[in-house]
Antibody, heavy 117, light 108 residues
Framework: QLDLVQSGGGLVKPGGSLRLSCVGSGFNFNDYYMSWIRQTPGKGLEWISYISISGHTIVYADSVKGRFAVSRDNAKNSLQLQMSSLRAEDTAVYYC??????????WGQGAPVTVTS | DIQMTQSPSSLSASVGDRVTIICQASQDISNHLNWYQQKPGKAPNLLIFGASNLQSGVPLRFSGGGSGTEFTFTISSLQPEDVATYYCQHYDNIPQYTFGQGTKVEIK
């Protein structure tokens, strides 16, 4: 059964760090690029990061560049998002999603991140 | 950067009505446009990719069209289970992805 299981969300203070994980099952993880997308409370969707199948190509949105780092381990079917220097405006539900051909055809369940003092 | 503008931001229609949502790009994006459905508390679900291609398993009442700068998403006969927010999404070759602001669809 197809699944992307996310973990690692939570409460963190401004300036702090948090690591999100996303583990895939039921499909060949190394056939898909992966993305992170976030959704702020009551607002829309914002794409924040892309990592290619090999992990050699990584792209970030300007809003997180220099603060967030994405990585993947194809042997473990896992994707990580290391978030540093967190700000209140990073408060959101974070989704991992698998992608192919420019679209994300399956998403994780989401991990809420709250940045507050 | 390319901007994606969706309209309307919300709509209310009766069961069985035809519903159309517009997504406009600030410059020509060819057919690099996807549509997602998001129900409350759930992750988005891909409905249409490449502007007009129906994702496997998606009901035939959903369709997409357009190219260049103007795109449409249509529900031919609105059903109660279609209550959701719908988002268009552009992708480029970098790759970067840009979502529209979303259209909330409700039943009248």
């Amino acid at each position: 059964q197809l699944d992307l299981v996310q973990s690692g969300g939570g409460l963190v203070k401004p300036g702090g760090s948090l690591r999100l994980s996303c583990v895939g099952s039921g499909f060949n993880f190394n056939d898909y690029y992966m993305s992170w997308i976030r959704q702020t409370p009551g607002k829309g969707l914002e794409w924040i990061s892309y990592i290619s199948i090999s992990g050699h190509t990584i792209v970030y949105a300007d809003s997180v560049k220099g603060r967030f780092a994405v990585s993947r381990d194809n042997a473990k079917n896992s994707l990580q998002l290391q978030m540093s220097s967190l700000r209140a405006e990073d408060t959101a539900v974070y989704y991992c999603a698998r992608g192919r051909g420019g679209y994300s055809d399956f998403w994780g369940q989401g991990a809420p991140v709250t940045v507050t003092s | 950067d390319i901007q994606m503008t969706q309209s309307p931001s919300s709509l209310s229609a009766s069961v069985g009505d035809r519903v159309t949502i517009i997504c406009q790009a600030s410059q020509d994006i060819s057919n690099h446009l996807n549509w997602y459905q998001q129900k409350p508390g759930k992750a988005p679900n891909l409905l249409i990719f490449g502007a007009s291609n129906l994702q496997s398993g998606v009901p035939l009442r959903f369709s997409g069209g357009g190219s260049g700068t103007e795109f449409t998403f249509t529900i031919s006969s609105l059903q109660p289970e279609d209550v959701a927010t719908y988002y268009c999404q552009h992708y480029d070759n970098i790759p970067q992805y840009t979502f529209g602001q979303g259209t909330k669809v409700e039943i009248k």
